[in-house]
Each structure stands twice: as C-alpha cells, then as structure tokens.
C-alpha cells in the first residue's frame, strides 16, 4: 500500500526566504506525483504535475523535483510572499490509478 | 478554463433530509470524483466515475449515491446522513490518457456540509 510523507508538518519563514518542502512515497511504481496548495476552508489548486519519466517542472517561483528511485519529491519556493502561506499537499497516481495525499505542509511566510 | 464548479458552497441538513450536492467542468475531462475532506486531514477518495460509469467506490456508505448524468455533471444525493458526515466534499476531474486515470487533478472550491 502507497504511503506518502510529508516533512516538515508546519514551517513558518520570513518573507523573502526561499524554502523547499519534502514529500516520500513508499512504492516507486508512480505515475505521476501532483503538488497542490490550499488554503483554509477552500478546495485544492494544482500546482505543478511531474510525470514518473520527469525530472523536475517549473513555473513561476516554484520548482518540483521527482527522483522515482529513491520515492522523494520537493517543491522548492524562491522568495517566499506572504500570500505562499497555505498548505502544501503532495499526492502521488500509483499502479492503481488512485491519488494518495500526503498530510500537508502548513506553510506560514511572515512579513 | 480550468475549472471545477460546485454547488451550493455551503449546506446544513438534518438527519432525515434529501439533499444533493453539484459539480460541473467543462474541460472535457472524461474521469470526475468525489472526495471527502476532514478539518486539517487530506482528502480521501469517495467515488472515480470513468467515461461516465462508476469505476471506483472506496466502500462508501449507502447513503451517499453519487450520479454522472453526461460528461460534464456529477451529482452525490445525500440521504439520512449522520452528524460525523460534516466535512468538505470535493469533487474533482481530470483527463485520460489512453482510457487510464492518470492526468492532472483539477479540483472545485468544495462543498462544506454540516449535518445536525
């Protein structure tokens, strides 16, 4: 069974910082892994979407990473902003088609 | 257009209530879900209908019947809900490739429900 990690749970930064966000997956055999934020009591925005053949995806300040082999996955955000703060939330498309969610980043950039 | 619209954005009902919940992309997205979402927990997965047929049901009790009526609506009936029920309800869509489920997720604003 696909388990996703999520670390650190809650991270608070000063505006300006630039800041990278970590999520594992046990099983390797992926699809693809999506990163979405969300914001307090409102639905889930798409991020960025890395195909399992996929290095990395960008746009704008943001950048994800993917290294399938080794089950792990970063969202680096440059220079952060206050309107960044949100939570992060990495899933992952296994063999079965399913999207299985990490538990989130709460991410909180100061000003 | 990358949008997911659902309806109402918010729904209070009773125990013994008939309500339904709405959702509508326009995308030509052929795969559309349901999830359900606790205070500060991430989704989970109700139901995946896949070219307008249900093709996953995560054990969901009986009293949430979802319906795809065309390729654009999904609707979930709600009835005789308990007050554990209370959550968002997400529904979401994305493309297939080569009849598989595996494009970008796009999600709509959500549904809050509150049953008392």
Redesign the interface.
């Known amino acids: 069974k696909q388990e996703v990690t999520q670390i650190p749970a809650a991270l608070s930064v000063p505006e300006g910082e630039n800041l990278v966000l970590n999520c594992s997956f046990t099983d390797s055999a992926i699809y693809n892994l999506q990163w979405f934020r969300q914001d307090p009591g409102k639905g889930l925005t798409s991020l960025l979407l890395i195909q399992s053949s996929q290095r990395e995806q960008t746009s704008g300040r943001l950048n994800a990473s993917l290294d399938k082999s080794s089950g792990r996955s970063t969202l680096y955000i440059a220079a952060s902003q206050p309107g960044d703060s949100a939570t992060y939330l990495c899933a992952v498309r296994g063999s079965n088609y399913k999207l299985t969610f990490g538990k989130g980043t709460l991410l909180t950039v100061n000003p | 257009d990358?949008e997911?619209t659902?309806t109402p954005k918010h729904l209070v009902m009773g125990m013994t209530n008939k309500k339904s919940l709405k959702c509508e992309q326009h995308m030509g997205h052929r795969a559309m879900y349901w999830y359900k979402q606790k205070a500060k927990?991430?989704?989970e997965?109700m139901f995946?209908y896949s070219y307008e047929k249900l093709s996953?049901n995560e054990s969901v009790p009986s009293r949430f019947s979802p319906e795809c009526p065309n390729s654009s609506l999904l609707n979930l009936h709600l009835h005789a809900l308990q007050p554990e029920d209370s959550a968002?309800y997400?529904c979401?869509s994305s493309q297939t490739r080569a009849g598989?489920?595996?494009g970008?997720?796009?999600?709509?604003?959500?549904s809050?429900l509150t049953v008392l």
């Not at chain 2, 970008?104 to 959500?110: R, S, V, Y």
Request: proline residues 9%.
């Open positions: 990358t997911v659902q927990k991430p989704p997965l995946v996953i968002l997400l979401a598989l489920n595996t970008e997720l796009f999600f709509g604003e959500g809050r």
